[in-house]
């Protein structure tokens, strides 16, 4: 359509492009027809009226062209008088346009066009059937055509009265019209009678030609098609398993036809549908035997009318029917294994077994019973009477193996006995097996052949489930070495067994675990800190649970970077231990774990690290150095006292008087800031671990306390000691506090923490007593105030006479610390 429209748009502009001068006026093309035969010769004219056109010249050249391809000359023939001709020998286009135009100074002149049509005559009408419908009364008729003849064709069907030859009577017919591109139609029931006889035939023509069809010699009521039967009741032969009863209703407008009827059927789980053959009579029930027992089918029922005159009707609706149960038979396949075996008690068994087929069970729910007998002769004590494909139990002694059947309804199957004598000298093993995945939900397994080996059992379950839980099971006969595992769930690890079944032996089983599937993990292990120095640093991680690992963990690998530097290390997956080492001391380190199967890895949470300065050694050292430095200081006087009553003579040895040292110069505890010097460049951290520095911390003004005091002046008499209420360099804490700790401030020029103190882990109980001379728990460091920890830093110029004091002076080396 869109090409004629294109081919006539181009011809309007080219008569507009040739002056006004027309193909009327000035030349005309001659055909015999616009519409000739695929492939057959076509010829053609173009002639120039000159009477109209005077202009032209005597000899006028003539171009033909065929749609927009011009024609060579040497395929058209110029005439005398301005006329030329053109032959075509097969004319294989179906549709085209012919142009004709005359060669002018000023180019081409169109002279006139025609187009040309091509197909073939109709063919005959075959298939020609009527059918007769007893619902609405309407006769209708269908056919088919022949070859497509590519050209508008019309076909009209015709019915009217015969002769007893099938030849229509002259005088009155009904012609029917089908609707275009239909091949059928419907006569009305007033154009017909049911038992008379009539001719129907087909008349079918084009521009080529026209064919009729056969005639047709229809009876309607012959050609009926009557509508299906109910089936009002489908129900089992009790007393014959394997039949069923089928009771039928007739339509309601062929109920008075005799009718006969044809079964269909098929499992309820299958497509396929079996015929049986028609019943010859006819009757609303009807009975069919040859099925399997204990099966569900489905049934359906058509109609013909007798002696199969007309057409079948359609299949009614489906019925369904459980057929009757008979006693079981065949034999159930078996395997077994120990759960729990004792020396002086029953072992646990797990008896399985593979349901029978249905065919063999003869029934849906059938029922498995598990006995055990110590004496052959006397009847089995039932353990299990269950549906269930396993039975777990107790053996008792002197009890060799047991018994198992299956019952229903109607009976039970022949008694098998399995024996467990066959594993308690194992069979040889197959040397080798290989699992590797199939497809997602499926793992294939392979082992190499065992001599002697009847067969083969493969068990797999995943390796997260309990051993006692249920598992899979299958067997493969003798020759075979290759087995698919179905139902297999992608990303989980399974464990598959194999084992070789011998005459009288089972064979020891071989493992491997598998995945069909393997995937990066759900997330990777998280770090925990065991231990650090100031060099190294000690992890450990719990593995990832074997459900969420999604794959073989191939590696972990472990990395740690400063400001600077990155490190990493790579470590076998069965580590959950490394550590980390060369740290440098007061670092701050981010440290990361990465898990990785074969599909990828991921990463876990980032851990910070902190180094210290001094090794758990150096600072247990330092912590017993300040203790005893504090001991002894403290326990000066009493070393006084002691020593002028005799005591010390008989107990210690010679020391320093304590009263010439420089101590006598310290003074009290003052309420200025004590100035200590902190400057260093770049801390990221101050480390809080077993040594803090207190630095720019405001003093506490210790409470007035009653302390005793002791003149140690003169060694005759016993020591003068009073109570006096003014503050001295020695201050009691009565709480628990850690010895060897000591607060910094605020590092460049952060506010410190409002707390003015640190609570110790240590239970060391501290001095409240007034008492001069300390007993060997107190230390007179510390001072109770409101349950506060408080420590105080006295000042002194003369630090020099005190080197465990003096070496707790900070100082600026090098931008690290030193003591």
């Not at 006569?187 to 030609?209: C, D, M, S, Y």
């Not at 995943?462 to 769930?489: A, C, M, R, V």
């Not at 990828?600 to 690290?609: D, F």
Request: aromatic share 10%; proline share 6%; with cysteine.
């Amino acid at each position: 359509m869109w090409r004629k429209w294109g081919i006539m748009l181009v011809e309007i502009l080219l008569l507009l492009m040739s002056g006004g001068v027309t193909a009327k006026t000035c030349g005309v093309i001659s055909t015999e027809s616009h519409t000739v035969q695929l492939g057959s010769p076509f010829f053609a004219s173009c002639a120039v009226g000159k009477q109209f056109c005077p202009d032209l010249d005597q000899d006028v050249q003539v171009i033909w062209k065929l749609d927009r391809n011009i024609i060579p000359s040497k395929d058209h023939n110029d005439v005398q008088q301005n006329k030329s001709s053109i032959y075509f020998r097969s004319f294989n286009k179906t549709f085209a346009a012919l142009y004709c135009y005359f060669q002018m100074d000023e180019g081409l002149q169109l002279m006139d066009r025609v187009e040309i049509n091509a197909g073939y005559p109709p063919a005959k009408p075959t298939n020609l059937m009527c059918q007769l419908n007893l619902t609405d009364d309407r006769l209708v008729c269908s056919w088919q055509l022949g070859r497509n003849p590519l050209l508008k064709t019309n076909a009209t069907l015709s019915i009217a009265r015969t002769n007893k030859d099938c030849k229509p009577i002259e005088g009155k017919k009904y012609n029917c019209v089908p609707q275009p591109g239909e091949t059928s139609c419907t006569i009305p029931r007033l154009e017909f009678h049911f038992t008379q006889k009539h001719a129907v035939w087909i008349v079918v023509q084009n521009e080529l030609g026209s064919v009729n069809s056969s005639y047709l010699c229809v009876t309607p009521m012959n050609y009926v098609k009557l509508d299906p039967p109910v089936i009002k009741e489908a129900a089992p032969v009790i007393s014959l398993p394997g039949c069923v009863r089928i009771q039928t209703k007739k339509s309601e407008p062929g109920s008075y036809i005799e009718q006969w009827y044809q079964l269909r059927y098929r499992k309820a789980d299958e497509n396929q549908w079996i015929e049986v053959q028609p019943t010859t009579k006819d009757s609303d029930e009807l009975e069919y035997c040859n099925l399997s027992p204990a099966t569900r089918y489905r049934f359906q029922v058509r109609c013909i009318r007798r002696f199969l005159e007309g057409y079948w009707s359609e299949w009614g609706s489906d019925a369904s029917v459980l057929t009757a149960e008979s006693a079981p038979i065949g034999k159930m396949k078996t395997w077994w294994r120990i759960l729990k075996a004792t020396g002086d008690g029953p072992t646990q068994i797990q008896l399985l077994w593979k349901a029978l087929k249905k065919e063999e069970a003869n029934s849906e729910n059938p029922w498995y019973v598990v006995g055990i007998s110590l004496d052959p002769y006397q009847s089995a004590n039932v353990v299990c009477n269950t549906t269930s494909l396993n039975c777990t139990f107790h053996l008792p002694h002197g009890a060799t193996g047991a018994f198992l059947w299956v019952y229903n309804t109607a009976g039970h199957s022949p008694v098998m006995e399995i024996d467990f004598r066959d594993r308690k000298i194992p069979g040889m093993p197959v040397s080798w097996i290989h699992v590797f995945p199939n497809t997602d939900n499926s793992l294939a397994v392979e082992w190499k052949l065992q001599a002697m080996a009847k067969s083969y059992v493969l068990e797999w379950r995943k390796s997260t489930q309990h051993l006692e839980s249920d598992f899979n099971w299958k067997t493969e006969p003798d020759g075979s070495s290759f087995s698919i595992l179905q139902d297999i769930e992608p990303f989980q690890q399974y464990t598959v067994w194999v084992y070789p079944i011998y005459e009288n032996q089972v064979g020891s089983p071989v493992l491997i675990n598998a995945y069909s599937r393997q995937g990066i993990p759900e997330f990777a292990p998280k770090l925990t800190l065991i231990r650090v120095t100031k060099s190294s640093a000690q992890l450990s991680w719990e593995p990832i649970p074997l459900e969420r690992r999604h794959g073989f963990i191939t590696n972990y690998t472990i990395f740690w970077a400063d400001n600077d530097r990155t490190f990493s290390a790579t470590l076998n997956s069965s580590l959950t231990r490394f550590e980390i080492r060369n740290l440098q001391p007061l670092g701050m380190y981010t440290v990361l774990i990465s898990c990785a199967t074969a599909e990828g890895s991921v990463n876990g949470s980032v851990l910070m690290i902190y180094t210290t300065l001094l090794d758990e050694i150096e600072i247990h050292v330092l912590i017993m150095v300040l203790c005893v430095a504090s001991v002894m200081i403290v326990t000066g006087s009493l070393f006084l006292c002691l020593a002028k009553q005799g005591v010390k003579k008989k107990f210690w040895p010679v020391v320093p008087d304590p009263a010439n040292s420089s101590m006598g110069k310290w003074s009290p505890v003052s309420h200025e800031v004590p100035k200590m010097s902190l400057n260093i460049r770049e801390i990221n951290q101050m480390i809080t671990s077993d040594l803090t520095i207190l630095e720019g911390w405001a003093v506490k003004k210790p409470p007035a306390t009653d302390v005793t005091k002791c003149n140690p002046v003169s060694f005759e008499h016993k020591p003068e000691c009073s109570k006096d209420n003014t503050e001295g360099p020695y201050i009691n804490v009565a709480d628990t506090v850690q010895y060897a700790k000591v607060i910094t401030g605020g590092y460049l020029g952060q506010s410190p923490t409002s707390t003015s103190h640190l609570r110790s882990n240590s239970t060391q109980p501290l001095l409240s007593d007034i008492s001069p001379s300390p007993q060997t728990y107190e230390n007179m460091w510390f001072h109770s105030n409101n349950q506060e920890d408080s420590i105080f830093l006295i000042k002194d110029k003369n630090l020099s006479n005190f080197p465990l004091l003096q070496a707790l002076k900070i100082q600026e080396d090098r931008e690290v610390f030193s003591f």
